[in-house]
């Protein structure tokens, strides 16, 4: 029986019951965790929000890029004491093990950005987490920048030292951390936002959810469109991605350990999750056909071709029922698969054969969808949003 009592927020409620069935002990914590922001770093982020912003985003960026030098950092021992205390790598860290994946990435970058895309992102914005993209309209006002950060983010922690405390890949996990908190903040204080019925915005529970997504659902959709790694690369992988939603302030308790634990937390997450309503099918649509906008692409005709095309990848990887769920085109799925592996190793031979060729086809293309990832002229930003409508939000 769960001790939960009425704390549960009310859309829970059925998946709880449901999930509780199979994993009680899990159930128990996930929903536990739909109700947790992250209190440290929701205190800073008030903190610096209480600051005039040109000071903000001064005193963030002295404390991600010199913190033991930054005499600005010394008068603000809030956030001074924020930063050293990620500076406690724990028990588990072993920079060392990250170099498989970092080769496995690399060799395979395509596919991990194809199977980002077409898979583990629209499975994200299944759950209830598309409520906050929903109303704050990140990917519908500046759709394009929002996809190329975050390609930004996986790239850096995937290159050798990323992930170490100078690393780019550190600074932009803790970035993600901060630009959470501020998003959970504004959007408390939203009319918009339901709380009884959702839980707390961008909760602990979700990004425990997306983290267990992003490393180990990335793994088997690779797999589907024809990537290869080894066991060493597989567990090294996971374990780069377990460091960087340690930064990110997922709670240990919620935080996978390995690869099977977050197989276990994505499904007994994903039933105590309500099935997909509107927001999650806007967010998963805007997510496709922000493909050709990615890539670049202004004709009409080409744009459409390659949306649709990367609809029937999509269907292939997060299977029929979700696809119909999230309102999907009816589209035929066999062969697309086995086609695109197929694909995908005949452009690899052509690339090493001949460096110089360019592919124009339509996998090619979406293989290539985050190839360009978002790096601003002044490094990271560090300015976060100041309005929860990203239209009307100050650029960050």
């Given amino acids: 029986m769960s001790t939960l009592g009425t704390s549960i927020p009310s859309d829970y409620v059925p998946g709880y019951a449901r999930a509780r069935e199979i994993d009680p002990a899990l159930a128990d914590r996930y929903i536990s965790y739909t109700t947790v922001g992250d209190p440290e770093a929701d205190a800073v982020v008030a903190y610096l929000n209480s600051l005039p912003r040109a000071e903000s985003v001064e005193l963030t960026r002295q404390a991600m890029d010199f913190p ?44 991990v950005l194809a199977g980002m895309l077409g898979g583990v992102l629209v499975e994200g914005f299944s759950t209830n987490i598309s409520k906050s993209f929903f109303i704050t309209g990140r990917l519908r006002d500046s759709g394009v920048r929002r996809l190329r950060q975050n390609n930004r983010h996986m790239v850096e922690i995937f290159m050798p030292g990323g992930l170490e405390r100078r690393g780019e890949g550190w600074k932009l996990s803790v970035r993600v951390r901060l630009i959470h908190a501020r998003v959970r903040n504004l959007l408390l204080d939203c009319e918009d936002w339901d709380a009884d019925a959702w839980g707390t915005p961008v909760s602990a529970a979700h990004l425990a959810l997306a983290i267990s997504a992003f490393s180990a659902r990335l793994l088997r959709h690779m797999a589907a469109l024809g990537a290869s790694y080894s066991d060493e690369e597989r567990e090294s992988f996971m374990q780069v991605w377990r460091y960087s939603g340690y930064l990110m302030g997922i709670p240990e308790p919620v935080l996978f350990q390995n690869e099977q634990d977050a197989l276990r937390m994505f499904e007994i997450g994903g039933i105590c999750e309500p099935p997909a309503d509107l927001e999650s099918i806007v967010m998963a649509h805007a997510l496709v056909r922000a493909a050709a906008r990615v890539v670049g692409i202004a004709d009409p005709e080409q744009s459409r071709k390659l949306t649709s095309y990367v609809y029937r990848v999509s269907r292939s990887l997060i299977g029929g029922e979700l696809a119909d769920e999230l309102k999907y085109p009816h589209t035929p799925t066999w062969g697309v698969l086995p086609w695109f592996r197929l694909q995908s190793r005949y452009e690899r031979l052509i690339r090493t054969l001949w460096p110089n060729n360019q592919t124009h086809s339509y996998i090619a293309q979406f293989s290539d969808l985050f190839t360009a990832s978002q790096y601003d002229d002044t490094g990271i930003s560090y300015r976060l949003p100041d309005h929860p409508y990203s239209e009307r939000s100050t650029w960050y």
């Fill in 68 to 111: 033991d030098r930054s005499e600005l950092l010394r008068q603000h021992p809030l956030v001074r004491d924020f930063i050293a205390s990620l500076n406690d790598e724990p028990d588990w860290l072993d920079q060392e093990a990250f170099h498989a994946a970092y080769r496995m990435f690399h060799h395979n970058s395509r596919l």
